[in-house]
């Protein structure tokens, strides 16, 4: 069951019950999400996952609550949400969802490394299936594997880097 609310705003949220959502992690997913999760950000908030932290809405209202799911695109599914509208008036959800667009600022708990949490989702993302096999390799897929080639390189380095002047 979905249903739609807005509160007191232009941006309007899609409230969803818990037996409405299917769960990522158990479908498989696109090439072009696979592709946004290699070349954007969202790949850190997968490592949000599970986690409660709150996120910045672009109409100054947030949300509070555990990351229950994260898409490629950043579509947040949120539960035990509290949602603070920019009035200030809080209000309780079982299950929120956030629009990718809405999103401002994503705060990311203390405890989470991001390099390593980077690199992490990354492993449990190439271990994913894909939804549609794409055998044929276009030149913009080649330009974007060999980008993050080398930006994994120059992560190392910077590791490496790190460590030597830590160790001297």
């Known amino acids: 069951m979905i249903w739609w609310k807005c509160l007191r705003s232009s941006i309007v949220y899609i409230v969803m019950t818990?037996?409405?959502?299917?769960?990522?992690?158990?479908?498989?997913?696109?090439?072009?999400?696979?592709?946004?999760?290699?070349?954007?950000?969202?790949?850190?908030?997968?490592?949000?996952?599970?986690?409660?932290?709150?996120?910045?809405?672009?109409n100054e209202a947030s949300i509070t609550g555990v990351v229950e799911q994260v898409d490629g695109y950043m579509n947040i599914v949120m539960r035990d949400a509290v949602f603070v509208d920019p009035r200030g008036d809080s209000f309780n959800f079982q299950m929120f969802f956030v629009h990718s667009r809405n999103i401002r600022y994503v705060h990311i708990p203390a405890q989470i490394r991001i390099i390593p949490a980077i690199k992490e989702q990354l492993q449990i993302l190439r271990e994913r299936p894909t939804l549609l096999k794409n055998t044929k390799r276009t030149w913009k897929i080649k330009r974007a594997q060999k980008k993050q080639i080398e930006d994994m390189s120059a992560v190392h380095e910077l590791l490496q880097d790190d460590k030597l002047a830590s160790a001297t």
Do not use: C, P
């Not at 299917?22 to 592709?35: D, F, G, H, L, P």
């Open 18 to 58: 818990v037996d409405s959502i299917v769960m990522a992690t158990k479908t498989r997913i696109s090439n072009q999400e696979r592709y946004f999760f290699h070349n954007n950000l969202a790949i850190l908030l997968k490592a949000v996952e599970g986690r409660r932290t709150t996120v910045d809405l672009r």
